[in-house]
């Protein structure tokens, strides 16, 4: 079926979705009408738009966005020139710009909307949730990270169940904020004294994996500490995370969402917490 891909997910704030109601129109547009159950047992119908389903073959790109209408034309082209096979899932997390009606007009994507801002982490855990290829990339969408570098990360799981893009792995020096390069230093470096893996850049917005190295995990962090228990739950799974360098291009539109002292101190309590918890 040669449709384009178009997706609209409105997400719950909270609870689970039930699927009630199938609809096929004219214009091939799948219609589901779902209920969502809260806390307060009030059920909210919610509207689920899909052209087309997602083919096996293709790779998931999940990119969590909040509030990049200023970049997300540059990063959409550059993901489209790569001539890949993609299934682009682009998960909003409330933005307050533009940034849902600029990705409504892409073709060839899914768009997943949280109602409210539910963090990083619960983006990608949705992201991860709706997918359905087998080859799942992950990268942020301010051009940080170039999409260019999907080719080889694509390419590479075809020897390793996970890699990571790191902007460290070669000694290169990058206009980076002092306290965001001493915290992901610190970090990476506990992560791997304690669970002996040998990352140079654990908190990277840019990594692909295989769909079966996810397979019975349970990812509940929906902060920028998801990166952390997605590190520790791949360790603890025997999965060993392999590392390709990136040439890393500070943010030049927008701004930065994480603030890197406080949550350097959050990663310090939380990586023990895991090494004494979590077996």
């Not at 307060?40 to 919610?46: N, Q, R, T, V, Y």
């Amino acid at each position: 079926m040669n449709i384009d891909v178009h997706a609209v997910i409105l997400i719950r704030p909270k609870g689970v979705l039930f699927l009630t109601e199938c609809i096929h129109t004219a214009v091939n547009t799948f219609t589901y009408t779902v209920d969502s159950h809260l806390d307060c047992e009030i059920d909210i119908p919610i509207t689920m738009q899909i052209l087309s389903m997602s083919m096996p073959d293709q790779i998931c790109v999940i990119v969590p966005v909040f509030n990049e209408e200023e970049i997300l034309p540059e990063f959409y082209r550059r993901l489209c020139a790569l001539s890949l096979p993609l299934n682009i899932i682009f998960v909003d997390n409330a933005s307050t710009d533009r940034s849902v009606d600029i990705i409504a007009g892409f073709k060839d994507v899914q768009l997943i909307r949280h109602a409210t801002n539910e963090g990083y982490g619960a983006s990608l855990i949705d992201g991860i949730k709706y997918s359905q290829n087998e080859k799942i990339v992950i990268i942020d969408a301010d051009c940080e990270y170039p999409p260019e570098a999907l080719p080889e990360l694509i390419r590479g799981l075809d020897e390793h169940d996970v890699i990571y893009t790191s902007r460290f792995l070669k000694k290169k020096e990058y206009d980076m904020p002092f306290f965001k390069i001493l915290g992901n230093r610190i970090i990476s470096g506990l992560f791997n004294l304690l669970f002996r893996q040998h990352v140079t850049d654990l908190y990277t917005g840019c990594k692909a994996m295989n769909r079966r190295v996810l397979a019975g995990m349970d990812l509940q962090r929906k902060g920028f500490e998801h990166v952390l228990e997605l590190g520790v739950k791949l360790t603890r799974n025997n999965v060993a995370i392999h590392e390709i360098h990136v040439d890393f291009v500070l943010r030049h539109t927008g701004v930065a969402k994480m603030q890197h002292l406080s949550e350097t101190l959050k990663y310090c309590y939380l990586i023990f917490h895991y090494y004494l918890t979590i077996r």
